[in-house]
C-alpha cells in the first residue's frame, strides 16, 4: 500500500509519516537527502534525531533499488523525500525520464506500507530561471505519477493531513 | 453551468478539464496560449495534440466575445486559462479592469457549459518585483470573481480534483 | 475559541474573517501592518474601509499583549495577520522565539472568539535567498502551532473558506 503526503515547506509531512508509521513493527526510512552545505546537515541532523525505531537507508539516486530491496523484509517504510530526490536527480546531472521511470516501476512491485513524502511547488509565481521551472515541472508530473498509484494522498496544511484520495 | 479548476504548476488542471468535458458533442476550447518563445510553442503544439474533436478558437485579449459566441452553438467549452489571459493583458498593455469586467460579464450570460482553467499563484514567498505582486494581486482578484459565479470548483493537488465547490 | 484562517494572497482571506465575525457585537481588530511605504499604506487604508464596527488596535510586535488585554472584554476579536506580524519581527531584529512563544501562550488563555489570518508562502520553489528561506519556516512552524491550538481551520482557495479542521 502507497501513501502519498504532499505539501508546502514546513507544512509537517514528515511528523505526518511517522505518526502513520506509529504502529508498525519494522520500520525503514529511505533518505534522499544529501549534505551539501551547512544549513542541509543541521536539517538532516535534526531530522535523523526526530525518528527512532527505524533502519535508515541514506540514497540520493538509485531509490528504486532501496524500495524493491525493502520487499519481503519491512512491514513500513518512510520515503523522504521526492523533492530532494529529483533535485539530486539535476545536480548529479542524471537522466530525469530513466530514473522516474525506474521508481515509477519499483512502487508497482511494492508490498509493504510505503509512505512517500514530497513538496507542492508549483502555487507561485513562476520562476524567472529556465532551470527552476523546469524542475517544477518535473516535480509536478512525478507527483501526480506516484499520486495516480497510490492508495491514500494526504494534502498537510499547517500541519494538518487533508485527505484527498 | 460554469466550472472553475485551479491549481498549481502541473497539478493536472488542462487534463481535468479534458476529462470533464468527454461526454459532450459539441465541443470548443479557447485557447489564450501565444507562443512569445520556443519553450511556449511546444507547450501549445503538445496541448493541442491531446485535445481531439474540439474547434479551436485562439484569442489572447477578446476572449469575452468568443465566450459569448458560443452561445447557442456549443454544448461544453474548456477556456484555458485565465493565467495567460491575463498575463496576455499586461503584455499587451491592456485595460484589466476593463477586461476583467467584460469577461465577468460574458460569464453571466453562458448557456453552455463552461469550464475554466486558471493557476494559484500567490502560495509562495511575496515577488520583489512589483509588477509580479500586482499580477498576482490581480490574478487572485479574479479567481474569486470567477470562483463566485462558478457553479462548481476543483482545486487540483497531484492530478486528484478535489472539490471545494 | 480559536480560528485560523490561511491561504494564497488575495484569496478572500480578511473577507472571510470579516464574515465570520458578522453576528457578533463587541468586536475588536487587530492590524499588525505598519506602513513601510506607499504600496503598504494604500493596503491598509483599504483594509480599514471594509472594516465597520471594530476597535481597532494597531500593533506590529507586542501582539501578545493585546490579545489578552482583550479578555473579558470582546466578543470576537480578527487579528490580521501572523504573515505581516512574523515580517515585523524580522524587520525590527526581535527574538523570532521569544515572540513567537509569547503569542502562543497569549492564545491559550484567550476567552472570546479570536479569529487568525495568515498566509500560506511555502509552496513554490525554494527562494534562493537566506533570510526568505528562513521566514518561509518560521512561518510554517508559526502556523502549524496556532493551527494545533485551533478549533477551526480554513484554507481559503479563490474566496472559497474549505474547512480543513
Known sequence: MITLITGGVKSGKSSFALKLSENFKKKAFIATGVA?????????????QERIGFDTFEEPIEVYKIIESLNQKYEVAILDCLTTYLGNLYYY???????????????????????????????GIIPENKLSRKYVDNLGLLNKKVASLSDNVYLMVSGIGVKIK
Open 36 to 48: 551539501f552545505d551547512e544549513e542541509m546537515k543541521k536539517r538532516i541532523e535534526k531530522h535523523k
Open 93 to 123: 546531472e542524471k537522466d530525469i525520464e530513466y530514473y522516474t521511470k525506474k521508481l515509477i516501476d519499483s512502487l508497482k512491485r511494492v508490498n509493504y506500507n510505503l509512505i512517500i513524502v514530497t513538496n507542492e511547488v508549483g502555487w
